[in-house]
């Protein structure tokens, strides 16, 4: 095996079609072959989908093995063969692969220890060595035998051209690819864009994990067919988490919310946080996070699971917005300006240190607080401080209102009975001042005018 420094330069990735997708190493455009171990290890930092040029006919043992960082892949259609172990050991983030649409042959071990792989189809009359699947944890929970796996793979888009389209649609135009759902959809039954296939499926799941994002293909499934956004997979996952953790554009998901709105059928991020939300957080954008959070399709968000799972892997500027929003309703509610001014300030300067930058800390699931607790126990130091310092201002709110109601009790006592001494009247004009006549005054006498 050559070493690192002696390593040759290859042009295997084109600038692809989406920002997360881009040239690793360049060197040649006339080289047919990727070398053994040329990549090995590349991988290892933050997630990029791979996008490998038109041209490349083979990929040599364990090119890209161990690329932890690696992300979902679109192969050309150039491709005939990938020998062993090329994505071996591929763990952390490879979900997709978009094989090309003719058979090709696989060696021994191609995709061992890919435990997060799941959107993936064999063409009829590939070759396959052993164990070409061996490892692939996501994969082994739907099927019983790796022979079950494999000819429920190969077979996985049988009388599904919707499906078929979806997944090869990268190797084509979108002009092309529209014209051929279109042609699909005539003679497909009606519910067709809802139908699920081996891995419980829908066009929709299949799209949403693609290299290559149109809105325009989402929009012409689901003026078809809306039920196929709110279909489940084998694995409980919605075309919309799909999306979100595959970093889809925000126009798509805007879309894709719209959609889910007008279904009537919120998004369950509870369970999108809980199987996504590492991936998710690590490469999305604010822009997205405050989509989701500004979504309509939200009916109560357990906020001690969003703190957690940002901070696990989230941008320092993604976690303190997640905090600010988690808080906003109560920070609403507090009696005095001075002191909202001062929690927002605390939320702005969280430290970038208190990341964890993990996938998932140790606290498990079953010891988070519920949502109605008054403390959010994230287990992070500076929101518990944060958190803590705004529950002693929410106390001290309520005392103060709890005031004022018991001196217009005593008011309302005295006057009633005509007996209110002249003393006793400056003593309620001071309490007024003092204890919470400027939060009745803004937010109950002004709306009640």
Known sequence: MMNASARPEYLILEPGPRKHTKVVRSVSKNDDIIPRFAFQHVFCEDRTDLFIREGISTIEKGAFSKGRSLGNVHCPNSLQVIQKDSFAGCMLHMQSIELPPHPI?????????????????????????????????????????????????????EKLPLHQLCYSHSFSSLKETIQQMEQAMISCTEVATSQQDCLGMTPLHILSHSTVQHISLYELLLQRDPSGLVVPDKWGSLPIHYALENRAPPEIIRYLLRVHRRLNQPVDYRYFLLVHGADFFETTTMETVQIILESETIEEIDWSLWIHS????????????????????????????????????????????????????????????????????????????????????????????LELAAWKLKVDTETTSGNMPAEEESLRQNCLVHCGSDCIISNVLASSF
Not at 105 to 131: D, Q
Not at 323 to 346: A, G
Not at 376 to 384: Q, R, T
């Open 105 to 157: 042959s696989f060696g021994n071990t191609v995709f061992s220890g890919c435990i997060k792989l799941r959107n993936v189809a064999i063409h009829k009359g590939s070759r396959l060595g052993r164990g070409v699947f061996k490892g692939c944890h996501n994969l082994e929970k739907i099927f019983s035998s790796s022979e079950e796996m494999v000819s429920a793979l190969t077979d996985r888009f």
């Open 310 to 401: 940002s901070n696990c892997s989230a941008s320092i500027g993604i976690f303190r917005d997640v905090v600010m929003r988690s808080l906003q309703t109560r920070l609403d509610n507090l009696e005095s300006n001075q002191w909202k001014e001062e929690i927002v300030e605390k939320i702005k300067n969280i430290p970038k240190d208190c990341l964890q930058m993990a996938p998932w800390s140790s606290t498990p699931y079953s010891q988070y607080q519920p949502l109605s607790t008054t403390i959010l126990s994230s287990g992070i130091e500076p929101v518990d401080q944060i958190v803590s310092k705004l529950s002693l201002y929410e106390k001290k709110t309520v005392s103060h209102l």
